[in-house]
C-alpha cells in the first residue's frame, strides 16, 4: 500500500507543478512530455525505497525514522528528475518542475501518512462506551509514558480525557493529544465537567505532601485515587496500564529518586560470582532480584530457610527448580560449612544478610544474636578472606546502640573493619533503619492488626523511626558497595524521621473502616527516636550525595569467640555493650 500511496503523490505532485506553471492551461504536448517524467518518478521512488528499506518494514509506518528515510527517497527522486529533464530535448516541461513537484509529493506523502496514523490512532483509542473517564495528575516522563500505554490499547480500561499539572507552562497544552486543562485546585471542577470518575497520580517519584494532597482532594471530590510505581519498581520494564495500582502507606510516606551510577556497579556485579547470604529475608530476595538484571557470572543463594529459598527462586526464574544449582540450603552458624561453600564456589563478590533483626526478642534471647549475628558473621567474614568485595548488611540501631539487636550489628561492624585489614578485598558495612514491607516490619504488624479490627498498637505517642522501602534500601546497598572503602560503613540517606502514630493514622485513612490507636509504651531496648551516626562519627558524603562514609574502629575476633551463650541474658547484654565499648584495636602488622 505504501508504494502505491507514493507513486499517485508524484503523479499529482507532477501535475500540479506543470499545471501551476502555465496557469492551468496545459496542452497535449504538455501532457505527452510529463508522461515519462511521471513514471520515472515513480520508477526511482521504489528503486530508492527499496535501496534505503523504505518498503520492508524496517521502520513502524508514519513514524519518525519513517519520514527521515522519505526525505532522503525524495531528495533523490528530485536529483534523479532534474538530471532527467536537463538532458530532454522537448522543453514542454520547466526546468522547476521536479523540485515544485518533488515538494508537492512530499506534502501528499506526509500528509497520506499523518491520516493513516491519526485513523490508526482513532482505532486504537479505549471504547468511550466502556472504559473509565479518568484525569491524569502530571505532565511529566511518567504521564506521558502512560498517556502513550492508555491510548494504544483499544481494550484499555482507562480513557484519558486530561491531564492535570501545576506548572504554568503546560497549560493549554496538549500531550499525545490529550489537553492539559488546569492545576490541583482544579480537579473537583474538572471531575464535573468531564465526566471522569478517576485521578492518576502520574509522578512516579513524589515528596509525601504531594501525594497526600492530591488524595484528598481526589477522594474530597468523590473520585477514585491510583498511582502510578515509583521508578525503584519499575527497574525492570517500562511504565504502563497495568502498573496502576491503589495508593498504598509506602506512597504516601513519599518516594526518592535514587541516582544510580549503572557503570559503577556493573563493573563489581556483572560477570562475577556473587554471594547472598540470608537470601529469602526481606533484604535478601531484594537483593538477589536486583543482582540479578546486572548479569552475574554466578548468584549464589544460601539460607537455612528452603521455601524462601524456593520463593526467592521462583520470584527470579518463575520456571526453575530446587535441583538450581544456585541455591545453597546452609546456615551461617556452622563455620566448617561456611569455609566448604567458599571453597568449592569461589565466590567473587559477598553481600551478607542473614541475621535475626526482631529487637523485642533478642532482648529477651540475647544468646541468639550472639550465635547468629556476631559468630555466624565472623564464620562467614573469616571463610571469604580472598573474596574481592564483602559487604555486611548493618542497621541504624548500631550508632550508639541500646538494644541487643544494635550492639550485635555495631560488634559485626567492627569485625568486617577488622577483616579489611587483614585482607587483601574490600570490606566494609551499610546502615539503615527500618525497611517498609519485610516481614515483621512495622507496616506488616499495622496491617495485620487492621485487617483484625485493631486495635493498632504504637509504643510512644512521639516514637519516630527512619523508613525506606525494600527497593530503594537495596538499591542503595548495591551502589554504595560500589563506592565503599575498606573498612568503613556507609550510611544511607533516609530522608526525615518518620512519626510513627502518624504512620498509623495514614494506614487507618487506607482501611475500610475506622481502628484505634492503643499507646503501650516503650519497650526494653526501645529508643524513641533512632540515629544514624553514633558519637564521633561525622556525615561525609565525598562520593554520593545519599551515602554517607564513617570510620569503624576494628575489633579482634578473640573477643567474641569468649562470649558465654549461657550467661544470664542481662549479662550477656552488659557484655555485648562492653564489647561496642572498646577502643578501636591497633590493626596487625
Known sequence: MPPVLDGLSWVAGLYVAVLAR?????????????????????????LAGQALRLYRGRHAFASLEEVRVLIRVTLINVAVLLVADMWASDDA?????PVVGGIAALVLMLASRLAWRLRDQARSRPDERFATRVLLFGGGSAGRHLLQSMLADPKGHYLP?????????????????VPVLGKRGDIPALLERTGATTVVFAVANAEAELVRAIRDITTGAGARFLVVPSVAELLDHDLGVRDLREADITDLLGRHQIDTDLDAIAGYLTGKRVLVTGAGGSIGSELCRQIHRFRPAELIMLDRDESALLAVLL???PRAQLTDPSLVLASVRDPSRMRHIFQTRQPQVVFHAAALKHLSLLQRYPSEAVETNIWGTLAVLEAAGDVERFVNISTDKAADPVSVL????RITERLTAYQARRSAGTFLSVRFGNVLGSRGSVLTTFATQIADGGPITVTHPDVTRYLMTIQEAVQLVIQAAAIGRDGEALVL??????????????????????????????????KLAEVLFGAGETDQRPFHPLISHVEVPPLDPALVRELNVDADPVEIAATLSDLCARRALRPAA
Request: a negative charge.
Open 22 to 46: 502555465y496557469e492551468f492551461g496545459l496542452e497535449d504536448r504538455h501532457l505527452a512530455a510529463l508522461a515519462p517524467i511521471v513514471i520515472l518518478a515513480i520508477a526511482v521512488q521504489i
Open 93 to 97: 516541461i520547466p526546468a522547476g518542475a
Open 161 to 177: 480525557i486530561g491531564v492535570v499539572d501545576d506548572d504554568p507552562r503546560k497549560r493549554r497544552s496538549h500531550l499525545h493529544g
Open 406 to 409: 544494635g550492639y550485635a550489628k
Open 315 to 317: 520470584s527470579i526464574d
Open 493 to 526: 540517606e533516609m530522608g526525615e524521621p518518620v512519626r510513627i502514630a502518624e504512620l498509623a493514622r495514614q494506614m487507618i485513612q487506607l482501611a475500610p473502616r475506622p481502628v484505634e490507636i492503643s499507646y503501650t509504651g516503650l519497650r526494653p531496648g526501645e
